[in-house]
């Protein structure tokens, strides 16, 4: 644990995490500037702010993991492994030390997870969150892009982990990995995260107006909210995988226009968009990933859509039925059910797409609001109390 600020007044638990890439330690710094800022003016925060470290043995290394990405690994069935005891590698020893701070605070209600990351490339500030409604209030607070189904087509984030249990989960993209104005927006974007969640009053940040400039500043010009719509996954065969230059996030990208080399040759963008997070660093599966704009009414038309549980029809929509196996998850013939599904399913916030055999396999993260510890974490938790009692 990084640090915590807890007056006991009652309130919101807010956790936020920093260096679940060993290589991005500027949320560090950002979290601890605030943390120091609270303490040395004794701001009356309501409810308690949890600074955590995420990788720590991939920061002491400087790289962005030791033997797995800690960020790809947060799935049930590996979640269930790890709080059994079978710790394998690094990341998962880094995954139970994680546990141990989330779950006496997981135990006590809802928590917002704020999770701050940098890249490699020279990038706007935006953030990420999971498409369900109880993450927007957050993540819409900041003036900068807000990018919704990232947490989606990654398998195994934490906070897509997270927000299955019912949490708030939203991610910030602070700006290049070694810019000093990274650690700024990661501090501004922590701030007004708090007023937005009740844990502060705009009273007690007297300096609000500016932390919010400096964000809309540096968010000029960019959509409010996209969509990711393509994830370009790179095989181990497709290694060595190289980004063409000069690529930035938010750069528009044409259908067809050659955008990196892997093994087989050009790799060409499979639509027309905007690009996110080309992989310029060496790890990691994601090559980069195509969004596009979506329009402030097709957010509202969303949440309203949602609020009045609309999304009851979705197994009626042509095409479309339930998963036999799975009663959240809906499946799609491509055959009939014509490109607007897709539409219909991103309104309901249905962003998991899986192919199999020739149908398309639809899912969403957990809309319920009401959190729950799953069976899984069952033995960390006696765990946790015979460490208590002893
Ligand atoms: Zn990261």
């Not at 947060?74 to 990341?91: D, F, H, K, M, S």
């Not at 940098?118 to 706007?124: D, E, G, I, K």
């Not at 097709?298 to 039925?321: F, I, M, N, Q, W």
């Not at 059910?337 to 309104?347: D, I």
Request: glycine share 8%; charged share 25%; with cysteine.
């Amino acid at each position: 644990m990084l640090g915590r600020y807890d007056t006991g007044r009652p309130g919101p638990t807010v956790v936020c995490i920093a260096a679940i890439h060993g290589n991005e330690p500027a949320g560090l710094s950002a979290i601890s500037r605030v943390l120091a800022r609270l303490r040395e003016r004794d701001v009356p925060l309501r409810g308690r702010l949890v600074g955590v470290t995420g990788n720590r043995r991939a920061l002491a290394l400087g790289r962005r993991y030791v033997d797995r990405d800690l960020n790809r690994r947060w799935t049930p069935e590996n979640i269930a492994r790890i709080a059994q005891g079978a710790v394998e590698t690094a990341e998962d020893q880094e995954t139970r030390e994680l546990l141990a701070v989330f779950l006496p605070l997981l135990r006590h209600g809802p928590v917002s997870f704020i999770d701050l990351h940098s890249t490699s490339s020279l990038s706007t500030p935006f953030s990420c969150m999971a498409d369900v409604l109880r993450n927007r209030p957050l993540a819409l607070a900041l003036p900068i892009p807000v990018v919704l189904g990232l947490e989606e087509v990654i398998e195994g984030s934490m906070l897509g982990y997270l927000c299955d249990l019912g949490h708030v989960g939203v991610a910030v993209e602070g700006g290049q990995h070694d810019d000093p104005r990274t650690i700024d927006f990661h501090e501004s974007a922590l701030l007004l995260m708090l007023v937005a969640a009740g844990s502060l009053e705009p009273r007690h940040v007297p300096d609000l107006a500016a932390h919010r400039a400096r964000l809309a500043a540096a968010g000029d010009g960019m959509p409010a909210v996209c969509e990711i719509r393509h994830r370009h996954v790179v095989r181990a065969e497709d290694e060595p995988f190289v980004m063409a230059p000069g690529f930035v996030n938010f750069q528009i990208v044409e259908r067809g226009q050659v955008v990196a080399e892997d093994r087989r040759g050009p790799v060409r963008a499979p639509e027309t968009g905007i690009m996110m997070l080309p992989r310029y660093q060496g790890q990691g599966d994601d090559g980069f990933f195509i969004a596009r704009p979506v329009t402030r009414n097709a957010l509202r038309l969303s949440a309203a859509l949602r609020t009045l549980r609309l999304d009851v029809l979705v197994p009626y929509l042509p095409g479309v039925s339930r998963d036999p196996e799975r009663a959240d998850h809906f499946i799609a013939d491509p055959a009939i059910a014509r490109v607007a599904v897709k539409e219909v399913f991103h309104l309901f916030g249905y962003r998991h797409v899986r192919a199999r055999a020739e149908r398309l396999v639809f899912s969403r993260r957990s809309p319920a609001a009401r959190p729950v510890l799953p069976a899984e974490l069952a033995p960390l938790l006696r765990a946790g109390e015979e460490t208590t009692e002893g």
